[in-house]
């Protein structure tokens, strides 16, 4: 492991245990260069997941681009990063125990939204103006007048 601070790659671990959610191993390090101590986090590789774009093209599934998808869409709204993170944590795990090896982007983007619904609002509505590809106000108002039915109900 490298060192984040200098680079240097003669870290030892300090502390390890498991983290709140129960999926991972949080380890204390310590550089042993520059002696300053940072965080990192073990996670199970289960199998690699690949994602079919709505153009026909396939990649390999990315957690960063879901990682930094969700803050967008959460940017300057009352929603914690540790509820962002149990968000994306969520949607891998229903990825990776529903999916078989191949997934749609536009079920992924299902997922989001369901996250998104019970979390905030408005975050919902940017990421679904983007994901639905809204053309007008009359998109918008549809959503949220969809919004505002499960709300009711």
């Known amino acids: 492991m490298n060192c984040p601070f200098c680079g240097a790659d003669d870290t030892r671990v ?8 129960g999926d991972s191993v949080r380890r204390r390090r310590e550089c042993q260069s520059c002696h ?8 199970v590789e289960q199998f ?11 990649e390999p599934f990315s957690l960063q681009k879901l990682e930094s998808g969700l803050p ?12 962002i993170d149990k968000m994306v944590r969520n949607i891998e795990r229903t990825l990776m125990t529903e999916a078989d090896r191949e997934v749609s982007s536009e079920e992924i983007g299902r ?11 408005v975050a919902y509505l940017r990421f679904a103006s983007v994901y639905k590809q809204f053309h007008d106000l009359q998109d918008f108002n ?4 969809s919004l505002l039915k499960t709300d009711q109900a």
Do not use: M
Request: charged share 35%; hydrophobic share 35%.
């Open 72 to 83: 967008k869409a959460c940017e300057k709204r009352p929603v914690s990063p540790q509820t």
């Open 14 to 21: 300090i502390n390890s245990r498991v983290a709140a959610t």
């Open 48 to 58: 690699e997941l690949v994602v079919t774009k709505r153009n026909g093209a396939r």
């Open 142 to 145: 549809a959503e949220i007048r």
């Open 36 to 43: 300053r101590r940072f965080t990192t986090f073990e996670y």
């Open 111 to 121: 997922l989001v939204l369901k996250e998104l619904k019970e979390v905030d609002h």
